[in-house]
């Protein structure tokens, strides 16, 4: 598989460096799938697999699916068996469709370019059941000092990235960060909550018919 992303080089730093940062979410995100009546979830994007973790403790049936061989690899070694991992891009996954309650895009949507996104949304569309939810995670545009301080530490930490993760980042945050959600005709926007004054932000989906 051609190389999508350049996270995997730091796959076994990844939890130490995100997962205090990213707890809330994980926590958050677990909340809402209770609340939407959810059973079975996949995750876009799993990385070292935390969010499928959080998921799994709280009792959901839960797959995560990651283009990054050495994520996956963190993600087999720290989870329990229970939880199912796919190395495999997302856009081509031959899962079958109409499988899950719903879907968790978390922090994979800004390193890539518009049409990918436009891809991975629509694939998250195949793959939950009709009326299922997709949690989407990723950063926005601040509001207030500590909302605008935010965006300006991630905005140093994802300058350290590989070219085409940054310029995706600068193109993602220039079409208003993850509010671009709101250009998509066939995405229905059921609910947000913000951290960190707005800098990241999950939104509940669905899809329109
Ligand atoms: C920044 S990490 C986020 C990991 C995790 N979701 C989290 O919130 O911590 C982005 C992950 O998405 C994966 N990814 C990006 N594009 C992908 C694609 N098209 N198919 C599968 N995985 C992809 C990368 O390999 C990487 O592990």
Known sequence: MKKISDEGQFANLYDIAFNPILKRVHHTVSHFAEKYGC???IDLGSGTGAQCRVLAADGFLVTGIDASMQMIAVAKKKTEDSVTFIHDDIRKTTINDKTFDAANISL???????????????????????????????????????????????????????????????EFMGNKGIDMLN???DVKILEKQHYFNGALQTFV???LK
């Open 39 to 41: 059973h079975s979830i």
């Open 108 to 170: 994979v949507l800004h390193p890539n370019a518009k049409e990918t996104i436009f891809e991975i949304l629509q694939k998250s569309k195949t793959l939950v059941k009709p009326n299922g939810v997709v949690f989407i995670t990723d950063y926005g545009i601040g509001t207030k000092f500590s909302g605008w301080l935010s965006n300006g530490l991630i905005r140093i930490v994802e300058s350290f990235t590989r070219s085409d993760h940054r310029n995706h980042y600068f």
């Open 183 to 185: 250009s998509f005709s």
């Open 205 to 207: 989906i669905t899809f």
